[in-house]
């Protein structure tokens, strides 16, 4: 049975339609629960993102559960988050139509219209990872790996399977600043040498995406053992890898595919390389020129 909203409070769309749903959750947001003041926080702020996420993707980024977001749906009146989200969608067009963009204060076109092709939600997903990733960022966790990297007598950057790529391109961006870098990606007999000269000159990054590889968590172990330093690069905050990390970087990687987004990691490792850069420009200037004359 479709749910009614409070006689005190009106209906997200009036007789003469021009109430928004922004207005309307603003209006009734002291009526609601800790929990579901977060979730109509996150509405208000990013109506654009809204009209196109699933209730699970908005429960995530209001850190909150799919229930409440069902839950709070249903306290203002809809059915189910389905209907909220089409009153969103609603008030978004309008935007749209007025000129205003997206959200209040961009004063800027969307990427997409609403009804997006499957090429162009996925694009729209990595600007959404690159920015949730920038939102989610600690300067001083970045700013004490790019230390550890820039100090390390050598790095070790363990990435198996899709990390593996991104393992072998961090070397290679550190080898351009003639850091001593090296990369163990399968657990080979040549890889378990070099886990086993470990020690505490060494600097040991762990990149993980889904489930851990064993070789991986083994490498940041027997870098916390043998006293070496530690970074996890993961997107998952209870990753194995990042338990047993001195510094933690997280990047956002939901997709709509099949695989996860790399996008976001791509950005990171890169800044992660410019920021060693940035410590000393002038000592990796000629470095970096006389490569690019290659």
Known sequence: MKRTPSATAPPPHEAGGHQTLSAYIQARFDDFSRSQKDVAQYIVDHLDEVAFQTAEELAR??????????????????????????????EYRRRVAQGRGGRDDAGTA????????????????DHVNVEDTARRMSRSDVDAAIDAIAD????????T???????????????????????VASPSQEALSKLGRIDERHLVVGLSAGRAHPLVVRAMKLARHRKARTVAITHATLSEVAKHAQIRLYYSSNSPAYVRSHTALLALIQALAYGVYSRDAEQYADRIKAFRLK
């Not at 990427?111 to 939600?121: I, N, P, R």
């Not at 390390?152 to 363990?158: H, K």
């Not at 961090?170 to 870098?181: C, E, G, I, K, N």
């Open 61 to 90: 980024r209001a850190n909150t559960s799919s229930s409440t977001v069902v839950r709070f749906s249903q306290a203002l009146g809809f059915e189910g988050f389905p209907e909220l989200q089409s009153s969103a969608r609603d």
């Open 110 to 125: 969307p990427l997409f219209s609403l009804d997006q092709s499957d090429v162009e939600t996925a694009v729209a997903a």
């Open 152 to 159: 390390a007598g050598r790095v070790l950057i363990a990435g």
């Open 161 to 183: 399977d899709q990390m593996a790529f991104f393992a072998s391109y961090l070397r290679h961006l550190l080898m351009l600043l003639d850091l001593q870098a090296e990369v």
